[in-house]
T-cell receptor, first 113, second 117 residues
Framework: DGGITQSPKYLFRKEGQNVTLSCEQN?????MYWYRQDPGQGLRLIYY???????QKGDIAEGYSVSREKKESFPLTVTSAQKNPTAFYLC????????????FGPGTRLTVL | AQTVTQSQPEMSVQEAETVTLSCTYD???????LFWYKQPPSRQMILVIR??????QNATENRFSVNFQKAAKSFSLKISDSQLGDAAMYFC??????????????FGKGTHLIIQP
């Protein structure tokens, strides 16, 4: 089955530690995205990538980093510089083209203790 | 920058009745796409319906339809014959057509829809 996988589903880290969230897709999509969801805030764009080895900052990129070494993978690192990292993180992908919808993964809940 | 506003944090409707969720947006662009996504308690985001700004005809998908008013920058979602499975958070989202449309989505804060049996 084609789809997007995110792992792990729940992640706990101590304050000050970097943590990497995984996102893999087998939909052969060119574009991939990371969103953050907080209660009452909707989803906000962190980073996105349209092609391998290239990515762009979204609205709330500070304290985060990404890489896109393979078309299928777009890991997100939450660094110690992120002041409030506890949130629900959603990865998405889409084909290039105006009409293409974004497909979302199941999300990762990150809790920083 | 574009903004999306959903003014109803929560709505409640009786099963089998019709409910309308509101969404307004602000943009200086003329070409864009609008979406409604559903997020049930599982937190999986599911596309409900989409609308191209250049199309005057309102989109419909089975029991779901939109009222797109471009001049008013309004994009409401109507759910007919509400079912218990419709209970979820509903998010309105905007995507620019600039840059091939790959710039990511701008979301509203969501409306929590409750279905009363």
């Amino acid at each position: 089955d084609g789809g997007i996988t995110q792992s792990p589903k729940y992640l706990f880290r101590k304050e000050g530690q970097n943590v990497t969230l995984s996102c893999e897709q087998n939909l052969n999509h060119d574009a991939m995205y990371w969103y953050r969801q907080d209660p009452g805030q909707g989803l906000r764009l962190i980073y996105y990538s349209q092609i391998v080895n290239d990515f762009q900052k979204g609205d709330i990129a500070e304290g985060y980093s990404v890489s896109r070494e393979k078309k299928e993978s777009f890991p997100l690192t939450v660094t110690s510089a992120q002041k409030n990292p506890t949130a629900f993180y959603l990865c998405a992908s889409s084909g290039l083209g105006l009409y293409n919808e974004q497909f979302f993964g199941p999300g990762t809940r990150l809790t920083v203790l | 920058a574009q903004t999306v506003t959903q003014s109803q944090p929560e709505m409640s409707v009786q099963e089998a009745e019709t409910v309308t969720l509101s969404c307004t947006y602000d943009t200086s662009e003329s070409d864009y796409y609008l979406f409604w996504y559903k997020q049930p308690p599982s937190r999986q985001m599911i596309l409900v319906i989409r609308q191209e700004a250049y199309k005057q005809q309102n989109a419909t998908e089975n029991r779901f339809s939109v009222n797109f008013q471009k001049a008013a920058k309004s994009f409401s979602l109507k759910i007919s014959d509400s079912q218990l499975g419709d209970a979820a958070m509903y998010f309105c989202a905007y995507r620019s057509a600039r840059g091939g449309g790959a710039d990511g989505l701008t979301f509203g804060k969501g409306t929590h829809l409750i279905i009363q049996p």
